[in-house]
């Protein structure tokens, strides 16, 4: 790593996350229960806001916030592969145990396994929310 002369850029969540600036991020799942910190601190990383679901664009990144009453998470996760690069990677943002609407674990595991994903890790994103890195699986 070599450093930079913008210090919020090797911020603690840039480095969990692996955005950058100039990125374009689109996110699935927006509701009013949403860390409304953590969306600010993903614009201020990348440079601009989130894209909407509906977007078309290409994107650099997928960040679904699931929750348990969502739907059908699989059919959820090959949703966001429609305009993802290759190779970026989906964050599914859940939120934790012991909150309303938690998913465990296992879930996410099976469903990325079904919609062809693989979980590669989770982390803490937000007091109430933990987020799971996916990326597509390679031949």
């Not at 509701?31 to 969306?39: A, E, H, K, S, W």
């Not at 145990?97 to 674990?105: F, L």
């Amino acid at each position: 790593m070599s450093p930079s002369a913008d210090a919020h850029s090797s911020s603690p969540l840039a480095e969990v996350l692996g955005f950058t600036p100039g990125q374009i991020v689109q996110e699935f799942g927006y509701d009013d229960d949403v860390d409304l910190d953590l969306r600010d601190a993903i614009e201020d990383l990348v440079g601009s806001e989130l894209e909407d679901e509906d977007s078309h664009e290409i994107v650099d990144a997928v960040v679904m916030w699931w929750r348990d009453d969502d739907g059908d998470l699989t059919d959820a996760m090959v949703d966001t592969l429609t305009t993802l690069a290759p190779g970026a990677p989906v964050w599914v943002v859940i939120p934790k145990a012991g909150r309303d609407g938690h998913v465990p674990p296992g879930d996410v595991q099976e469903s990325a396994g079904i919609a062809g994903l693989r979980v590669m890790s989770t982390v803490s994103l937000a007091p109430d929310w933990t987020g799971t890195r996916l990326a597509s699986r390679t031949n």
